[in-house]
């Protein structure tokens, strides 16, 4: 698995490593476990994606399991639609626009008194921040390591007193630190 340079091609050779000809639940979730392994857990595409994409390499689908493993799997995830696009760090003003997302839904489960989502909108956040500073630049996050430390530590901030975060975020980007590493390039 060394020379597999996508998503895609990691997809296709545990398709043909499982050698078989039809796709059902069990190669289904093989096929997960490697992409989530290589790529993490926000790089798993939804059931159909990869159930195409096999379909379009020639495999035949064992529509029924596959089917079912979607309708289980959208009952568990109510809050998908939720974090679909809250998250775009592929660059500052991108991140700021996130955080700002965040905040907006943290608030919602807040009034909500929704502690399941606020639990998840906070995983997903450290694990944003975790593969920021573990990213070091790969093809999955190709900014420059300034900018993704910086959005890393706009995620710590967040993550310890999201209440201050916005008028943090104001003295930040007014810091004469920010304009000479951002700003005046």
Known sequence: METVRTKTD????????LDCESIGRPELEAIEAAVRERFGPQAVDPVMVIARLLADEGAELRHA????????RDED???????????????????????RRMENLRKKFTERKDREGLRLLRQLAIE????????????????????????????????GSPEVFEAWIEMRQSSADYAERFLER
């Open 77 to 99: 995830r109510p809050y998908d639609a939720a974090f679909r696009v809250l998250f775009d760090f592929t660059g500052l003003e991108c991140a700021r626009s996130s955080l």
């Open 10 to 17: 990691l997809i296709i050779e545990v398709w043909e490593r």
């Open 128 to 159: 944003e921040k975790d593969d920021l500073i573990n990213s070091s630049g790969s093809r999955l996050r190709p900014l420059p390591e300034a900018v993704r430390r910086e959005i890393a530590e706009w995620l710590t901030i967040w993550l």
């Open 65 to 72: 399991e596959l089917m079912e493993l979607h309708i289980e």
